[in-house]
């Protein structure tokens, strides 16, 4: 969905809303982020907490709890007392691919956390370690071809986008791919820099930085269509892989039961947050798009990802133990 949806749904969130839960907060609200520090989600997280703090006068404290594929941070809000004071900076990857491909979890995101809010969009990319020595999708491709045993791809965690990401380019290529989950992007990311593992699918601010100053190399966006800010990276659709196409979101979530006035409140002073010049341009800089949409429309957006990926997951035979 474009970022102008965020400029839009301003008017309906206005200031006044905020007013019917100004007992809130309390005390310092603990942002939960389920992936190890360095990801995009905990980018966006450390980006909000500051306005965040600015307007409601308490801390905002980002706690980075990674694990289980994002699930063990996403259980510890889910069962959180719904006061508001524990909030969950959630993603594709722990909201919706974890969940269709674990089967084991005791609650289910969409009953257990309440949505307050979409975040940023985020693409996924295909990047690749400069002593693989290729340069684009193809190159890759017969590279891992003429590779006995094929080649090793890093992801953020078992269950995540990027998890997805591979698997997906696995089924479009036809390729000999083994998965190497990480405990987060930042992770998987030093390990692609350092050459331990040839190739990554991780989201695009992740790997933006330390592929610009020529650490490693991007060579595909997972997009449909190639990042506005970023036209230079060609999609990997764009490159000979039909049909491929992955996207990345981040969006706040709380324990389910939290007071509506809360909830309604933080979504307003989340999208002031996001409008404000600078916050914009630097999820710009990051190669993430502010994609703000209110509680009801969030709820609806994560049920239409469920619908969108459960066939792509069980046609990929994607499993916790790959």
Same mark, same amino acid.
């Given at each position: ?70 699930? /063990?941070?996403? *259980?510890? @809000?889910?069962? &959180?007392?719904?006061?508001?004071? =524990?909030? #969950?900076?959630? %993603? ?99 390990? /692609?820099?350092? *050459?331990? @593992?040839?190739? &990554?699918?991780?989201?695009?601010? =992740?790997? #933006?930085?330390? %592929? ?111």
């Amino acid at each position: 969905m474009p970022a102008r949806r965020l400029v839009l749904a301003l008017p309906s969130l206005a200031l006044p809303r905020i007013t019917h839960a100004q007992s809130w907060p309390t005390r310092p609200v603990t942002l939960v982020v389920p992936w190890a520090p360095g990801g995009s989600n905990d980018v966006v997280a450390r980006l909000l907490a500051a306005p965040l703090e600015a307007r409601y006068g308490q801390p905002f404290i980002v706690e980075n709890r990674p694990g289980g594929g994002g699930s /063990l941070g996403m *259980g510890l @809000v889910a069962r &959180a007392r719904p006061d508001g004071q =524990t909030l #969950l900076v959630s %993603s594709a990857s722990n909201h919706v691919f974890h969940p269709l491909i674990a089967g084991d979890l005791t609650y289910d995101p969409r009953q257990a956390l309440a949505a307050v809010c979409m975040l940023t969009d985020v693409p996924n990319v295909l990047a690749v370690a400069n002593s693989l020595g290729v340069t684009s999708v193809p190159t890759l491709i017969a590279k891992a071809k003429a590779t006995p045993g094929g080649l090793s791809f890093a992801s953020s965690g078992v269950g995540s986008s990027n998890h997805l990401a591979g698997e997906l380019f696995r089924m479009r290529t036809g390729l000999d791919l083994t998965h190497v989950p990480y405990r987060g992007g930042g992770q998987a990311i030093a390990d /692609l820099i350092a *050459g331990t @593992v040839p190739m &990554a699918f991780l989201n695009l601010p =992740t790997v #933006l930085p330390p %592929s610009q100053d020529g650490r490693c190399r991007i060579i595909g966006v997972g997009t449909e269509a190639r990042v506005p800010s970023r036209p230079d990276i060609p999609t990997i659709q764009e490159q000979g892989v039909a049909d491929y196409a992955v996207r990345s979101w981040t969006g706040l979530f709380a324990p389910q039961g939290t007071p509506a006035p809360v909830i309604e409140g933080l979504a307003a002073a989340v999208a002031q947050a996001l409008a404000q010049p600078a916050v914009k341009q630097r999820l710009i800089d990051t190669a993430s798009e502010p994609l703000f949409l209110p509680p009801d429309e969030t709820a609806r957006f994560v049920a239409a990802e469920y619908a969108r990926w459960a066939p792509v997951v069980k046609a990929a035979n994607v499993r916790l133990d790959q």
